[in-house]
């Protein structure tokens, strides 16, 4: 695997905006719902697009979690999204940028987000780790 670091250093980006948006989820009342959105969303994506590159080097310069999903399927790896919930996961990015359209999250959108950035992180990690060489 000679993108074994980068694959990594994505994952560990992608920890950090799934950590901020369960900090802010415990820490901070009324929740900053548009915040953990965003940051779940981004922990999603940074996820799908290491694993994209964990398995062809590359990804496309997209912010469609729907999108990025589909790739990652084509080759081989569900992380158990629907186009759905890919559609809006993806929402949180887009919607969480404009302050009139904030109002739209509510507390089960951070849940959701947070329930499936966990899913994500976990999967990609298993991956990842099972095609390692063991040393």
Not at 1 to 19: F, H, K, P
Not at 55 to 65: A, L, M, Q, R, S
Not at 111 to 118: D, F, N, T
Not at 122 to 133: F, L, M, N, S
């Amino acid at each position: 695997m000679d993108n074994i670091g980068d694959v990594l250093s994505w994952l560990e980006v992608a920890q950090r905006d799934y950590d901020i948006a369960l900090h802010l989820s415990e820490v901070f009342r009324p929740l900053p719902v548009e915040n953990i959105c965003y940051n779940c969303q981004q922990a999603i994506e940074k996820t799908l697009k290491a694993i994209l590159i964990f398995h062809v080097g590359e990804y496309p310069k997209t912010h469609d979690i729907r999108e990025l999903h589909q790739l990652c399927k084509e080759l081989g790896t569900d992380f158990g999204l629907t186009p759905g919930l890919t559609r809006t996961i993806t929402r949180y990015a887009t919607k969480s940028r404009y302050p009139d359209e904030m109002h739209e999250f509510t507390g089960e959108d951070t849940e959701l987000g947070l329930r499936y950035a966990k899913q994500v992180l976990v999967r990609a990690r298993e991956e990842v780790t099972k095609c390692q060489p063991h040393t």
